[in-house]
């Protein structure tokens, strides 16, 4: 069953084309990284995703019905977005951005706050200020917020890129989980991970999709090495693969 499906959409910004007719659908579980160069359009095709941005022309629907069409309240229940960077209005608590998103959730399960903490390791944090927050604990406690809500849509644009490697590996493998039962798409800076933890790989340059294709099948395609402009080494390991890049001869 498709519940979320892009067609022909073209974003244009001050001049510049960022998406150029780029149509894929998802369904009602996987997940899925998307990958490509620095420019690629990547932030833009989640944001447009969810919602939050209107393409110049094409369209998103959500089900059976236009995504433009439906209230942001709605729209919010169904679809959690998780930005690279994120700044609230007012400086407040963990604890208070928490509780804010567990308010969001039509249905709360008792212990689902104390879950939340406990996966992310927020127990120390509560009382902390967002201005008084790492990077890395910011990224833990955005993605808390957001997946307290238990959306049945999660799009994320680079959620682990400010944390340590312990916590990347933890946010990534716990994203990747949550495929098997909700619709997860992700955008990926580390290729590693997104070829070992994810199912499917959307793999975008200048704007366009170049490949959709399973990660198994696509890790070997020349079309990647390509997008990126250098030459890769695959090293298959025992939890997924290696990629070393090399520049390729001017």
């Not at 209230?71 to 994120?86: E, Y």
């Not at 994203?175 to 098997?180: F, H, I, P």
């Amino acid at each position: 069953m498709t519940v979320l499906a892009a067609s022909h959409l073209v974003v244009k910004r001050n001049g510049a084309t960022l998406l150029h007719d780029v149509s894929l659908s998802f369904g009602d579980t996987g997940s899925v990284a998307v990958i490509g160069p620095n420019g690629a359009g990547k932030s833009t095709l989640l944001k447009v995703l969810a919602g939050l941005e209107k393409p110049t022309s094409g369209s998103v629907r959500l089900g059976d019905r236009d995504l433009a069409t439906i209230s942001n309240a709605a729209r919010a229940r169904t679809i959690g977005f998780l930005p690279q960077h994120f700044e609230p209005h007012w400086d407040l608590t963990v604890r208070q951005l928490l509780q804010l998103g567990a308010e969001r959730a039509t249905r709360l399960a008792a212990d689902a706050l104390d879950r939340i903490r406990a996966q992310f390791e927020l127990g120390g944090l509560d009382g902390r200020r967002w201005s008084t927050l790492s990077g890395g604990e910011r990224a833990r406690v955005l993605l808390a917020t957001v997946l307290v809500v238990d959306p049945p849509i999660l799009l994320a644009d680079e959620p682990a890129a400010a944390l340590d490697i312990r916590h990347r590996l933890d946010v990534i493998q716990a994203l990747s989980v949550r495929g098997r039962e909700r619709l997860l798409v992700v955008v990926v800076h580390d290729l590693d991970l997104a070829f070992s933890a994810f199912e499917r790989v959307v793999l975008l340059a200048d704007g366009e999709i170049v490949a959709d294709e399973p990660a198994a099948r696509l890790i070997g395609d020349p079309r990647l090495d390509s997008a990126f402009g250098v030459r890769f080494e695959r090293m298959r390991v025992d939890d997924g693969w290696l990629l070393r890049a090399r520049l390729t001869p001017a």
